[in-house]
């Protein structure tokens, strides 16, 4: 969708090293999240703000941090990726009430050697 | 056991059959959402229900509020409609299933 981009689309890196995606929309929407999506799983929730400074965990938090410091940008942090952390990562925007729901981004295949 | 069901997981079909997936939720929703992700690709919003019927083209899905179950449907499939068709429901956050992978040949 033209209003949500992520950045980068694909990465391989390290076991040990720290890791920013960014989810970038053009859209003003207050909710924005960061899902997780494994083989076996649904979507799995990791971060979500509510505004620009307000961040809240998800189900699978652990090992990720998030930043908003602008409204448009929401990224989403490895501090120090694990091989656990091989995943493919999705941003999402909610659209207002009333819309058609939730706006995802193309997602981030990230691979953690 | 997860609060939300797809079945089938995998479903192969011939171009113009008529395509039932169907899911199933355990826990009061707000709204429920059908989206589609074809292979290597990004999710897609197709439908966001809380009662009734909505089509749209060829899709239509439906929900049954009091048996906590909805389909979607595809009618006339074609090979473009290949992808996996992924339930949602607004609960007190978007728990998503696990998904239905879809081929239809030519």
Request: a neutral charge; glycine letters at 10%; charged letters at 15%.
């Amino acid at each position: 969708d033209a209003g949500i981009t992520q950045s980068p689309r694909h990465k391989v890196t390290e076991t040990g090293t720290p890791v920013t995606l960014r989810c970038h929309q053009t859209e003003n929407h207050r909710y924005m999240y960061w899902y997780r999506q494994d083989p076996g799983h649904g979507l799995r929730l990791i971060h979500y703000s509510y505004g620009v400074k307000d961040t809240d965990k998800g189900e699978v938090s652990d090992g990720y941090s998030v930043s908003r410091s602008k409204t448009e940008d929401f990224l989403l942090t490895l501090e120090s990726a694990t091989s656990s952390q091989t995943s493919v990562y999705f941003c999402a925007i909610m659209q207002p009430p009333g819309a058609s729901g939730y706006t995802f981004g193309s997602g981030t295949r990230l691979t953690v050697v | 056991k997860n609060e939300v069901e797809q079945s089938p997981q995998n479903l192969t079909a011939q171009e113009g059959e008529f395509i039932t997936i169907n899911c199933s939720y355990s826990v009061g929703i707000s709204a429920l959402h059908w989206l589609q992700q074809h292979p290597g690709g990004g999710i897609v919003s197709l439908f966001m229900l809380s009662s009734g019927k909505k089509k749209h083209g060829r899709l239509i899905a439906t929900i049954n509020i009091q048996e906590k179950h909805s389909s979607l449907h595809i009618t006339a499939s074609h090979p473009r409609d290949s992808a996996v068709y992924i339930c949602a429901v607004n609960a007190d956050k978007l728990i998503f299933g696990t998904g239905t992978r879809l081929q239809v040949f030519p």
